[in-house]
């Protein structure tokens, strides 16, 4: 209270500046460029999640496509937290389905052993399934199983004529 006195009682001998255009400039090449960015980042952070949230709308509505982009999300970290337990959850419910892009994924997590052990047998397994419902990069990984005896006895023929029916597929 003392000091609040005394600095009331001081007379200043010139008058404090409230406006400097110098740091006023400054400030506005700093902050205008910033704060650009930042509302594109925020504009495109919610366009990302309305998308991924209308996947999982049809995706609880039991849409196999949107399962599978789902999960792919989920796979990569695209607008939510990469989660492999949630990719191998929306992978499981679209092959249920039989959707072909989804039993090619869940084949590579199979085969790589993501969000789920290691497993070469079941993933040439969802190969087949994904490549007889024509889905040509599915016939490419079981050519790939083929050829290198992978979950499957090798068979190098059946390689050839898999990747041949996956070029004329594309």
């Known amino acids: 209270?003392?000091?609040?006195?005394?600095l009331s009682r001081m007379e200043a001998e010139e008058r404090p500046r409230l406006f400097s255009r110098r740091i006023l400039v400054n400030l506005v090449k700093i902050a205008l460029p910033s704060t650009l960015q930042q509302c594109f980042v925020s504009v495109g952070n919610i366009m990302i999640q309305s998308i991924i949230n209308g996947f999982g709308t049809s995706a609880i509505a039991g849409y196999a496509a949107?399962?599978?982009?789902l999960a792919v999300c989920y796979l990569n970290g695209i607008g939510v937290e990469k989660d492999l337990t949630q990719t191998v959850l929306w992978l499981e419910r679209a092959a249920e389905q039989d959707f072909p892009r989804a039993l090619g994924i869940l084949g590579d997590c199979c085969r790589e052993g993501l969000g789920m052990p290691?497993?070469?047998?079941?993933?040439a397994a969802l190969y087949q399934r994904a490549a007889d419902r024509n889905y040509?990069?599915?016939m490419c990984n079981l050519g790939l199983c083929y050829e290198n005896g992978d979950g499957v006895d090798a068979d190098p023929v059946k390689a050839a004529h898999l990747y041949r029916q996956a070029a004329d597929n594309d």
């Open 66 to 69: 949107a399962m599978c982009n």
């Open 118 to 123: 290691q497993d070469l047998a079941r993933a």
């Open 136 to 138: 040509p990069p599915a």
């Open 1 to 6: 209270l003392a000091l609040f006195r005394t």
